[in-house]
């Protein structure tokens, strides 16, 4: 029986692609990289489309790593693209002596999410050594919440991550920068209308502009008499006319006002003399 054997041609397509020298759809990510590297500088637009390839080929990977880290304040999104940022700079730094590409990937694109944590999502930037020692000191005041049953001492912590009580302070500050809350936002805890952290703000204090005259006036109000400086305090600080301290006083509203006139004179050549 006559065995008919039939010839494939390559498709135009096909034959386009082997002219062009690119390797094929079962070629590994070693084998694109070494030709990436032999490519970069002769033929860009040959070493993009290498490097499209390696991307599409490690896309999976690096959003199964945002999605690892997602869920601590930052959109997966934006992790993506950090993880993309490391796979970048996995392929400039990677050469074939390293051996697989995936060992030399994993912590590129993982080193460059916590970086990305640590120097884009503080609110204020703090010290980096409290900053790497913050996740730390979480984990142990969990684990010795379970031991003792209560919430750990300072001391405690301190003693269980081998530092000194400042230390732990000092992780302790920088943890409350990682966030920041708007003073337009409203208090949480307030029961009723709601009220912005704007409230709790200092203002200036006018009266501070006062302090000096008032430590300087006071031994000469010691020099005046009772009823003096009853009239004083009831005119200046308690803002009484001299008809309303003359009923308390007993005396005309007359003979107030020389007794004032007497004592504010007194207390001028008191603070002259001193």
Not at 188 to 206: I, N, Q, S
């Amino acid at each position: 029986m006559p065995v008919s054997t039939t010839t494939t041609r390559p498709t135009e397509a096909t034959a386009a692609k082997n002219l062009s020298g690119e390797p094929s759809e079962e070629a590994s990510p070693e084998d694109l990289l070494s030709m990436l590297k032999n490519l970069e500088q002769s033929d860009p637009r040959a070493a993009g489309r290498l490097r499209e390839r390696i991307t599409w080929h490690y896309q999976p990977l690096l959003h199964r790593l945002a999605r690892r880290y997602s869920g601590r304040g930052e959109q997966e999104e934006d992790l993506r693209q950090t993880a993309h940022v490391g796979l970048a700079k996995a392929i400039r730094g990677y050469s074939p002596a390293r051996g697989d590409f995936i060992r030399y990937l994993m912590p590129t694109v993982t080193g460059e999410i916590k970086r990305h944590f640590r120097d884009r999502t503080w609110a204020v930037h703090t010290p980096r050594d409290p900053q790497a020692r913050r996740s730390e000191m979480r984990q142990v005041r969990r684990d010795l919440e379970q031991r003792l049953a209560r919430t750990p001492t300072i001391d405690e912590i301190a003693r269980e991550m081998g530092l000194s009580r400042e230390q732990v302070e000092e992780v302790r500050l920088v943890s409350e920068a990682y966030n920041t809350v708007s003073l337009n936002a409203p208090e949480p805890r307030e029961e009723g209308p709601t009220t912005r952290w704007e409230r709790y703000l200092g203002v200036e204090d006018h009266n501070l502009d006062l302090v000096v005259e008032r430590a300087s006036v006071r031994p000469a109000l010691r020099a005046l008499s009772a009823r003096e400086k009853l009239i004083i305090k009831r005119r200046f600080f308690d803002e009484w006319t001299q008809a309303r301290i003359a009923k308390e006083v007993g005396c005309s509203q007359m003979h107030v006002s020389r007794l004032l006139t007497a004592s504010l004179r007194k207390l001028r050549e008191e603070l002259s003399e001193r």
